[in-house]
């Protein structure tokens, strides 16, 4: 592979190793606060105790986050420096706002959270958690700008071949801005949802029945049940905005190669970039323009109407297994909410299921992302700059390949530690000693029995 080629696969496992951490405490930090405020209400030792362990796997996730975040940042000046060189006026503020707005808040706060509930008062507490949850998706915001900008730039101008913002309003209310934002925080909700279910159901299965395991698995199902028609429905808008917009993305994610007027919907075929048409082709007629156009007739681009334009196959697996995986949530998570209706727990065989998908979310949201990402090439700013405009010329082919070796490895053995700590915590907290709850702290500040217990922690 040439050099350009290798800096793309690197760029690409690192996003995709960064981006599991973040779409988890983006939510996570939201369902923690759910549960404080629940047991302010209600005095229930069983909310404190669900904060309590997933408080942990918040830390832990956002630890690795902010790891894998930096190491990605490094590959902008070594792997992209044309990247920085053109669109710098507006990505280096971007960048900046995450900072200086979210960044800190969760990084300052992030202590109180862990170790402060025996140390300072509830409302303090509790207002920790308000600033770490809301500093998650101040985060996600400003990432969320750029990565739209990226997608449909606006606001801008080119002066020698350089981007200058013209109208900081246009680039961070981008086209496909709001349609990406509500997008990925519902992503990040449904990912939170199936790995507190998931934890919360292996638990279960193992014979921890204690208030707090129950409330989290409760949690998770039904917060799960709530989202997945709100992401559905999410996600038709955005691939509306997404064909105004990009109309090659989406004919590379309905695999549609020649425009047509009552283009069929594709269930699945083997794209044929080479060739230019697919084998092996499933449809159903009509349905792809009555859903994109809301006309049974409608008239859909195919991508052989475009000159600068995607490679279908990655694009067309990535989209069928976002949704795939989209609509085996919605199954589940429904069942599961039926069967705590009617039974008030969810039956082994569901919280098998639960257990194995623990981690679904993370398999959506990767699908989606290669979706967005490589839908738009060969732009990485649609438009303006390519990626081969971007790449390196400095940096040979050698070179990134061995440091792409590097990090696959550290990458696959922190993502096996990470799942290992995680099941880890949750046999832990399972042994009779965890359940020794302490005496829940008020507003008068820390009792001496939870002192002990936060020294531990």
Do not use: C
Not at 78 to 94: D, I, R
Not at 303 to 322: C, K, W, Y
Not at 325 to 330: A, N, T
């Amino acid at each position: 592979m040439d050099a350009l080629t290798l800096a793309r696969i690197q760029f690409g496992a690192n996003i995709s190793f960064h981006i599991l951490f973040p779409t988890i405490t983006i939510a996570l930090g939201w369902v923690l606060l759910f549960f404080k405020l629940r047991f302010n209400a209600t005095g229930e030792d069983r909310w404190m105790d669900a904060y309590k362990f997933w408080v942990k796997v918040f830390a832990l996730t956002f630890a690795l986050g902010v790891v894998s975040g930096i190491t990605m940042s490094f590959q902008f000046g070594t792997n992209w420096p044309g990247f920085m060189n053109t669109v710098g006026n507006v990505a280096g503020p971007l960048l900046a706002y995450e900072v200086l707005t979210a960044f800190f808040l969760e990084a300052s706060f992030l202590g109180v959270m862990l170790f402060g509930y025996n140390r300072v008062s509830n409302r303090v507490h509790t207002f920790a958690t308000v600033l770490v949850a809301g500093g998650t998706t101040l985060s996600a915001f400003w990432i969320l700008v750029l990565n739209s900008w990226m997608q449909t730039p606006a606001g801008y101008e080119l002066r020698e071949g350089v981007v200058h913002a013209t109208d900081w309003w246009a680039i961070v209310f981008n086209p496909s801005m709001p349609y990406r934002v509500v997008h990925m925080l519902l992503a990040s909700g449904l990912t939170a949802a199936f790995l507190i279910a998931g934890v919360s159901a292996f638990r279960f299965l193992r014979g921890d029945r204690a208030p707090g395991v129950m409330a989290a698995l409760r949690t998770g199902i039904v917060l799960g049940a709530v989202l997945i028609p709100l992401q559905i429905v999410a996600g038709d808008a955005h691939g509306l905005n997404t064909m105004e917009h990009q109309p090659a993305k989406i004919a590379a994610m309905e695999g549609l190669w020649e425009t047509q007027k009552g283009a069929p919907m594709v269930v699945f075929a083997l794209p044929d970039d080479a060739a230019g048409r697919n084998r092996f082709e499933i449809t159903i007629p009509h349905l792809a323009s009555f859903y994109l156009t809301h006309d049974w007739h409608g008239e859909v681009k195919g991508l052989n109407s475009f000159e600068h334009r995607p490679r279908m196959a990655p694009v067309f697996f990535s989209f069928r297994v976002m949704v795939g995986m989209g609509l085996l949530m919605l199954a589940v998570s429904w069942l599961g909410a039926w069967q705590l209706w009617r039974r008030g727990e969810p039956h082994p065989y569901l919280a098998r299921v639960l257990v194995g998908m623990t981690f679904a979310g993370w398999i959506a949201t990767l699908a989606g992302w290669y979706v967005t990402e490589m839908g738009r090439q060969p732009w990485l700013v649609t438009g303006v700059l390519t990626t081969a405009q971007a790449a390196s010329k400095t940096v040979g082919a050698g070179m990134v390949a061995s440091t792409l070796a590097g990090y696959l490895a550290v990458y696959l053995a922190l993502l096996v530690a990470y799942i290992a700590t995680i099941f880890y915590l949750a046999r832990r907290s399972g042994s009779p000693a965890s359940h020794e709850a302490a005496e829940p702290v008020r507003d008068g500040g820390a009792t001496a029995a939870g002192a002990g217990v936060a020294a531990t922690a």
